[in-house]
């Protein structure tokens, strides 16, 4: 739910909750676009005392209109002007936003806050650079929480979390306590205003309570699937407050390599999995085929029917909102039929689109998106709840940090070429990447752009991108394929 900014990155991740009224209509699912920073019934409630990790996603899914979008790293880049990253509010009044996730807390023991250009209207704790007093972010998240129903959730970890967890589970649940202190509601210890030096939080925006955390963590967290159920449990118990959600933002392949040991042990509300930068991503579809050879989303649809905790998680098919945002994006036919593909499970809860700065400068992309949503195309029998829960807002935030890519040479073991005469690759198709048998060159005017070791696309060259020459030796020959680095 890959993803990366200026100062990190998921293309844009250094980095919810849905929420919206009135969500009578017809069938249809939600869509979710990334943003870096970032009363209301959230879309991820049928009915009012019911959350969604025991609960209803059927309102979410009556509506067609069910925009979500979360704050990237400004990963299109523009320090100023139309298309650089605008402040929170910016796109909560007025907005069909309903979900809006903040990146990132890229650092937790200890902890580190890094908002990207967002920051710029922070400032430093007292004797602490790494955490941010956000009095701008705290005014616009309540201001879109109350008057829009926006719901606003947190992104931990992103690309550039390197601490790699806790050496014990202690060291696990007490690092989710903090998290909790700092972000969740506000107590007589936690507030800024507390002189007392032993028992100070420092918050980062202030009174403002987020309505949930995602987890986007991007390499081995150690001890994860403690800190993920005691921040569920901090969580429930406060569910007289307001709703909170859990979410997550894994990476296509199944399972998770980061997050999946949590996924198992600890019930999430919805996944915005990462169908980009990957193998299994969304270019790889194949729309009117009978089996994906590549493209996974039923794979993850079966891990939420049959082993998830929560058997009413909801998944999210995560795409790139331009080609600059991550690798593998598409659009047109390719792109509506795996929305409508995706949208045959019942888990299936909607789009995700990483990032808004790259979405608003990709122009008509977000209509695109909402009119292959459409009605929708399954009918789902309405998930009910044993645990009373008050409404609430859900909001999403997700910054990633993509650190410039490097091309490896390529051997027979990792993308295979022929000198046999084979198709050439249309504009957005694989033309690479390991364990890669098919067609390695691009029709015209198109080239192979390497995005990882996993997967390559044809493509126009463009600003975002650099040429490099990947040599690819097979057994009977040796063929010089031009590749473009993307860089995130």
């Known amino acids: 739910m890959a993803l990366r900014t200026v100062t990190g990155d998921r293309i844009g991740e250094n980095s919810s909750r849905i929420g919206g009224n009135g969500l009578n209509g017809p069938d249809g699912l939600l869509v979710l676009y990334y943003v870096q920073i970032q009363a209301q019934i959230s879309p991820f409630i049928g009915v009012s005392e019911t959350p969604i990790r025991e609960g209803n996603m059927q309102n979410a899914q009556d ?30 009044a007025g907005s069909k936003t309903d979900v809006i996730p903040v990146a990132f807390m890229n650092g937790i023991s200890p902890p580190i806050v890094n908002f ?22 705290e005014a616009d998240m309540k201001q879109c929480q109350t008057d829009h129903g926006k719901t606003i959730i947190l992104s931990l970890g992103g690309a550039t979390y390197n601490q790699g967890g806790w050496s014990t589970v202690d060291e696990a649940q007490d690092a989710a306590q903090l998290v909790w202190n700092m972000f969740g509601p506000v107590s007589e210890n936690n507030n800024n205003n507390n002189n007392n030096n032993n028992n100070k939080v420092e918050r980062p925006f202030g009174s403002a309570v987020v309505d949930g955390f995602d ?55 919805f996944l915005m999995i990462q169908f980009y930068n990957n193998w299994c991503g969304v270019s790889n579809f194949q729309p009117g085929a009978s089996t994906q050879r590549a493209f996974n989303f039923r794979e993850w649809d079966r891990w939420a029917k049959h082993t998830s905790l929560n058997k009413n998680v909801r998944l999210l098919l995560g795409i790139p909102a331009a080609l600059g945002a991550g690798g593998g994006f598409v659009a047109g036919a390719q792109l509506e039929a795996a929305i409508k593909h995706s949208r045959q499970f019942s888990s299936c809860g909607g789009v995700m689109m990483w990032d808004v700065s790259q979405l608003y400068a990709n122009k008509g992309f977000l209509e695109e998106v909402a009119s292959d949503l459409g009605p929708a195309t399954t009918t789902t029998t309405p998930l009910t709840s044993t645990t009373p829960m008050s409404t609430s807002t859900l909001a999403t935030s997700l910054t990633l940090t993509v650190p410039t890519l490097t091309v490896p040479t390529l051997t027979s073991s990792s993308v295979s070429t022929s000198t046999t005469s084979r198709s050439l690759v249309p504009h957005w198709g694989q033309c690479g990447g390991k364990g890669w048998t098919g067609p390695t060159r691009c029709e015209p005017p198109y080239e192979c752009v390497y995005g990882s070791e996993w997967w390559s696309m044809c493509t126009i060259p463009s600003s975002n991108v650099s040429r490099t020459n990947i040599t690819q030796t097979t057994s009977s020959a040796s063929t010089s394929v031009t590749s473009l680095v993307l860089r995130r």
């Open 116 to 137: 990207a250009n967002a920051g710029d209207n922070c400032t430093a704790f007292p004797g602490n650079p790494y955490i941010l007093s956000c009095p701008q972010i």
């Open 215 to 269: 987890f986007d963590f991007e390499s081995t967290t150690n001890h994860l699937p403690a800190f993920g159920a005691k921040l569920r449990s901090l969580m429930d118990a406060a569910a007289g407050i307001k709703t909170f959600y859990l979410a997550a933002a894994p990476q296509c392949p199944f399972p998770d390599d980061a997050n999946g040991a949590a996924l198992n042990a600890v019930a999430f509300d």
């Open 63 to 92: 509506s067609s209109s069910r925009i979500a979008t979360g704050i990237g790293q400004n990963s299109y880049r523009q320090g100023s002007g139309p298309f650089a990253q605008q402040r929170l509010s910016h796109y909560c």
